[in-house]
Each structure stands twice: as structure tokens, then as C-alpha cells.
T-cell receptor, first 110, second 116 residues
Framework: SQQGEEDPQALSIQEGENATMNCSYK?????LQWYRQNSGRGLVHLIL?????REKHSGRLRVTLDTSKKSSSLLITASRAADTASYFC??????????FGSGTQLTVLP | GAVVSQHPSRVICKSGTSVKIECRSL??????MFWYRQFPKQSLMLMAT?????????EQGVEKDKFLINHASLTLSTLTVTSAHPEDSSFYIC????????????FGPGTRLLVL
């Protein structure tokens, strides 16, 4: 069964606004990763945050991790129409296997 | 970043036939490759973990005799869907991890399988 749950399931915003997606998981992790998937395509790795990190930035992306609450958030600032995609969090334990969340479908309206 | 390719990108076959999907790491050696299945509007579900030179480890509920995995080299893993049926129609995605302390999985573009 999937470990991660993401909310919202779907998010629709205007271009220029910020988008925030949340992810919760159930067991202890080594790291948590965020991926993006355009419809019918493969996954693109966005950012990895380790269990001993609390926040990480990459360009317009900001990821937080709260291991006490077993949750993470992905913030995309100044969104663009090209950011429209599905976003998945994935947790990794000792075996390097990834367990994916249910995903958030983001639509950025021009 | 590292590049992973999959072939074919799309396949349509008749029920009962077998389909082979290739996953290649193009610019790095992948000690471990993973195979996922994704149904429409759903998340990725791990099917199996493939380590070069050893037998694949299958997730619970995944039939190893139906989904044959071969990881013959450090750059190639294959998934063969044997005697495919319409319920096997799905999007199959592989990922690869390099050696050492590499944590990032690099994903292939996926293979869309449609079984008629």
C-alpha cells in the first residue's frame, strides 16, 4: 500500500501565484524526494531532502520536512503555466526503494 | 542529470502475447533498477527491485512468473510481461540508481502497454 498521502489532490491557481502541496508519510525515512510528472510521461526529480534537514531551496522550489509530524511540503513560487503537472512525494528508507504518495495535480492558469 | 531510456515507448499487443520492455542507463552504471506500474490517474506502485547479477525482488502481490525481470548488465534491465491480458494494460516506468551512496532515482520516460 502507498505510504504517502498528499493534499490537495488537485490544485488550480493563477499564473504568478504560489502553489503549496503537502505530503504525509507513516514510517521513518532516510530522505524524502519530490517528483514532477507531465501527463503520460516519466518522472522528473525535483529535490531531495534528507531526514536531518528541515528546509531546502532550489530555484522557485522550497521544500520543508517535519519528521516529528511525518510531513513535508513543496512550495512553488511565482507559478507559471508550464508548472502544470502532477507532483509526487516519495519516501526512501534503508533499501533505497521509493514509496510514492498519491500525488497532487497542479493546474496553473495563464 | 543522469539519463534513463526505455524502449518501446508504446506497445499494443494481442491478449496472450509476451512483451519485453527495456530500461537502459545511458551515462552511468546502475547497480539497482526499479520497475513501477502506474494506472491512469494513480500514483506509481513499485513492482520489483532489480540488482545486477542477482534475482529480482518482487513486491507483495506481483507475480514473478508473469513479470520476468532480467538485469544482465550495469546499464540494462528488462521487464517481460508474459501472456499479457487486458488487465495488464498500464504505464510501466523504470528507474535507476547509481552505485555508492547515490540516493536519487532517475526515471525512464515510461512505456504505455495496451493489451487488446
Amino acid at each position: 500500500s502507498q505510504q504517502g498521502e498528499e493534499d490537495p489532490q488537485a490544485l488550480s491557481i493563477q499564473e504568478g501565484e504560489n502553489a503549496t502541496m503537502n505530503c504525509s508519510y507513516k514510517t521513518s525515512i532516510n530522505n524524502l524526494q519530490w517528483y514532477r510528472q507531465n501527463s503520460g510521461r516519466g518522472l522528473v526529480h525535483l529535490i531531495l531532502i534528507r531526514s536531518n534537514e528541515r528546509e531546502k531551496h532550489s530555484g522557485r522550489l522550497r521544500v520543508t520536512l517535519d519528521t516529528s509530524k511525518k510531513s513535508s511540503s513543496l512550495l512553488i513560487t511565482a507559478s507559471r503555466a508550464a508548472d502544470t503537472a502532477s507532483y509526487f512525494c516519495a519516501t526512501s528508507g534503508s533499501a533505497r526503494q521509493l514509496t510514492f504518495g498519491s500525488g497532487t495535480q497542479l493546474t496553473v492558469l495563464p | 542529470g543522469a539519463v534513463v531510456s526505455q524502449h518501446p515507448s508504446r506497445v499494443i499487443c494481442k491478449s496472450g502475447t509476451s512483451v519485453k520492455i527495456e530500461c537502459r542507463s545511458l551515462d552511468f552504471q546502475a547497480t539497482t533498477m526499479f520497475w513501477y506500474r502506474q494506472f491512469p490517474k494513480q500514483s506509481l506502485m513499485l513492482m520489483a527491485t532489480s540488482n545486477e547479477g542477482s534475482k529480482a525482488t518482487y513486491e507483495q502481490g506481483v507475480e514473478k512468473d508473469k513479470f520476468l525481470i532480467n538485469h544482465a548488465s550495469l546499464t540494462l534491465s528488462t521487464l517481460t510481461v508474459t501472456s499479457a491480458h487486458p488487465e495488464d494494460s498500464s504505464f510501466y516506468i523504470c528507474s535507476a540508481v547509481g552505485g555508492g551512496e547515490g540516493e536519487t532515482q532517475y526515471f525512464g520516460p515510461g512505456t504505455r502497454l495496451l493489451v487488446l
